[in-house]
């Protein structure tokens, strides 16, 4: 079974430093996608960033990068110039393919709670 | 604007009711989904569905049912079954189930739920 792990149940980083958030996966598959979502205290989730497996750059978007490093299986987040509107929870997640109803979900990683301090 | 609503945001049950859950989208996705959140846990697939009148289980179905009458339309019913329904849900639609790309989720703003 695939399965998304995210070590760091917590991170604290100073306004406008940059901060890396990491993301191991493990599929069998070789076709497969990486998502990051961010949560902020309101509750809704929001797609920051996507990265397929045979993307051979490293998927950007604004201030957020995608660091993959597909032999090691991981998937690291990293959000440069961290502002304080960046505090929230993030979470990394993977398309699974489901063959047997030709259909996908996302599986989710715990979970990374991200506090910016001035 | 486009998006998912859901409502309500905050819903008190007693214990051996059943409850409705409402997620309402005008993007014109095909596919939705119900996740269920735990403190310390990641989101987990309680339900999809990929076009009206069908769906399926996800991983944690068990207490749970839906119904897709209409495409924009995903009420999720939490029963009496469901041992621990204390919880946040969250409505997710997205514009097909299967994608050999970004197939991204978009997601309401969640509903709490909080058995007394």
């Known amino acids: 079974a695939q399965k998304i792990t995210q070590t760091q149940p917590g991170m604290f980083v100073q306004e406008k430093e940059a901060v890396t958030l990491d993301c191991t996966y493990d599929?069998?598959?070789?076709?497969?996608?990486l998502f990051w979502y961010k949560q902020p205290s309101s509750g809704e989730m929001i797609f920051l960033i996507y990265?397929?497996?045979?993307?051979?750059q490293n998927a950007t978007e604004g201030r957020y990068s995608l660091n993959f490093q597909k032999a090691r299986k991981s998937a690291n987040l990293v959000i440069s110039a961290s502002q304080l509107g960046d505090s929230a929870m993030y979470f990394c997640a993977m398309r699974e393919y489901l063959r047997s109803y030709n259909t996908d979900k996302l599986i989710f990683g715990t979970g990374t709670r991200l506090q910016v301090f001035p | 604007d486009g998006g998912i609503t859901q409502s309500p945001k905050y819903l008190f049950r007693k214990e051996g009711q059943n409850v409705t859950l409402s997620c309402e989208q005008n993007?014109?996705?095909?596919?939705m989904y119900w996740y269920r959140q735990d403190p310390g846990q990641g989101l987990r697939l309680i339900y999809y569905s990929q076009i009206v009148n069908d769906f399926q289980k996800g991983d944690i179905a068990e207490g749970y049912s839906v119904s897709r009458e209409k495409k924009e339309s995903f009420p999720l019913t939490v029963t009496s079954a469901q041992k621990n329904p204390t919880a946040f849900y969250l409505c997710?639609?997205?514009?097909?189930?299967?994608?050999?790309?970004?197939?991204?989720?978009?997601f309401g703003a969640g509903s709490r739920l909080t058995v007394l």
């Open positions: 990265q397929g497996s045979y993307d051979e």
């Open positions: 599929t069998s598959d070789q076709s497969y996608g």
């Open positions: 997710a639609s997205s514009i097909d189930l299967v994608s050999s790309g970004a197939n991204v989720l978009t």
């Open positions: 993007l014109n996705h095909d596919a």
